[in-house]
């Protein structure tokens, strides 16, 4: 299958030896570098979860300048051992790495919020991090995600959670009395 939209990557894990694109001024230069490829697929940028809201609207200041830009998934991994999703007990005893799953689901909603209250008009959302069940989809579809992704949810669940999810999602629509996704994005933001 041929892909339908590219994702701009400032977020991976793997990234060492001191490049940060977070600082305005450094995403704001990658963004220029990368307008001047002329994409023609739409571009999401993949966004960082554990930065401050002030850190993560300073960026997104920047991405609504570039127009290009169809808009940003939240988010990546979670970075942040002090988030309250951890048993801190237990976080004392993993090793290098960050963390998938549950605990990105509080934090990349919140931010989800966050970047639909502020840049809804001119973003596209994409809603990814702990999502296992249609619930969990769906809280981010009401807080402003027009899209989905899931990657542990699919590697705990399987793939046929992906159609399970989409019937059960037409289900909390028809409750909700909404007939289509689009109706029911951002309501809660
Ligand atoms: C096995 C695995 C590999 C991943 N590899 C990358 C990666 O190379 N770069 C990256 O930015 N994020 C990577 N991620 C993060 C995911 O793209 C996603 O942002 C994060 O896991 C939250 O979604 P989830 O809870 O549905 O897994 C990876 C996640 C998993 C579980």
């Known amino acids: 299958m041929k892909n339908k939209y590219y994702e701009l990557n400032i977020s991976c894990p793997n990234l060492k030896g001191g490049v940060s694109f977070y600082p305005p001024k450094e995403l704001n230069a990658l963004l220029n570098a990368v307008g001047k ?3 023609k697929k739409p571009v999401f940028v993949k966004m960082p979860i554990e930065k401050s809201d002030d ?19 939240f988010g990546n991994l979670q ?4 988030d309250p999703s951890f048993v801190q007990d237990e976080i004392l005893t993993a090793g290098v790495g960050n963390f998938s799953g549950k605990p990105t689901f509080r934090r990349s909603n919140e931010l989800i919020k966050l970047a639909y209250s502020g840049y809804g008009k001119k973003l596209i959302i994409i809603g990814c991090g702990g999502v296992f ?3 969990d989809a769906y809280r ?5 995600a027009s899209l989905i992704q899931m990657i542990t949810g699919m590697i705990f669940e399987g793939p046929q959670r992906i159609t399970q999810i989409n019937r059960e999602l037409v289900e909390l629509l028809s409750q909700d009395g909404y ?7 951002g309501v809660d933001s």
């Open 79 to 82: 970075k942040d051992r002090k």
């Open 179 to 185: 007939s289509n996704i689009s109706e029911a994005v």
């Open 37 to 39: 490829l002329k994409i």
């Open 55 to 73: 850190e993560v609207r300073g960026m997104l200041d920047v991405i609504v300048k570039h127009k290009w830009i169809t808009g940003v998934i």
């Open 133 to 135: 069940t249609a619930e």
């Open 140 to 144: 981010k579809i009401r807080l402003g």
